[in-house]
């Protein structure tokens, strides 16, 4: 069974830092693109960015809103992608989704974690 | 960027009946649009992706049709589980992925 767990949330003032870890389990991390999707509160889903696989480069694409702000980074052999966030802002409030998607081309969104809740508040 | 925009925003259905949801892009995204359904205080599921297709263990009052700039996500007959926020979100032009704005499915 595939399983996508974050961590990491949690209460964070304006300016500083947090790092967000997805721990994947069930299938061969390595093979797949992985991406980052959040939703502030009472909002839709926003696309923040998602690191292809190492076969396909393992390079990265961000949302405007976040470029320069947050990097995206995965550990293979432990099956972990993780979502550095620098110089938060009140606007990136939410919960943070890991997702999977099959192609690193085609990114759709096929499994998706419990997500993890970021505040940032002074 | 692709802007996706959904209608209606809120859609009034009795349980089996037939519900019907519209998603439009502001430029074609040809086949490449999916659609996933979020109940409160869950994750988003996949329904639909390559605009028709199923996703894995989806039941078949689920469908989806369209293409270019134009798509439907079409519940045959809705069961109470089915209650929830719809979502397309296109993969054609990126970055970014971008998602419509949602349509929320509520009891009548």
């Known amino acids: 069974e595939v399983q996508l767990v974050e961590s990491g949330g949690g209460l964070v003032q304006p300016g500083r830092s947090l790092r967000l870890s997805c721990t994947a389990s069930g299938f061969t991390f390595g093979d797949y693109a992985m991406s980052w999707v959040r939703q502030a509160p009472g909002k839709g889903l926003e696309w923040v960015g998602f690191s292809r696989s190492k076969g396909y480069g393992g390079t990265t694409e961000y949302a405007a809103s976040v470029k320069g702000r947050f990097t995206i980074s995965r550990d293979d052999s432990k099956s972990i992608a993780y979502l550095q966030m620098n110089s938060l802002k009140t606007e990136d409030t939410g919960v943070y989704y890991c997702?999977?998607?099959?192609?690193?081309?085609?990114?759709?969104?096929?499994?998706w974690g419990q997500g993890t809740q970021v505040t940032v508040s002074s | 960027e692709i802007v996706m925009t959904q209608s209606p925003a809120t859609l009034s259905v009795s349980p089996g009946e037939r519900a019907t949801l519209s998603c439009r892009a502001s430029?074609?995204?040809?086949?490449?649009l999916a659609w996933y359904q979020q109940k409160p205080g869950q994750a988003p599921r996949l329904l639909i992706y390559d605009a028709s297709t199923r996703a894995t263990g989806i039941p078949a009052r689920f469908s989806g049709s369209g293409s270019g700039t134009e798509f439907t996500l079409t519940i045959s007959s809705l069961q109470s589980e089915d209650f929830a926020v719809y979502y397309c979100q296109q993969y054609n032009n990126w970055p970014p992925l971008t998602f419509g704005g949602g349509t929320k499915v509520e009891i009548k």
């Open positions: 997702t999977r998607s099959s192609s690193s081309w085609y990114l759709y969104f096929d499994s």
């Open positions: 430029q074609s995204v040809s086949s490449n």
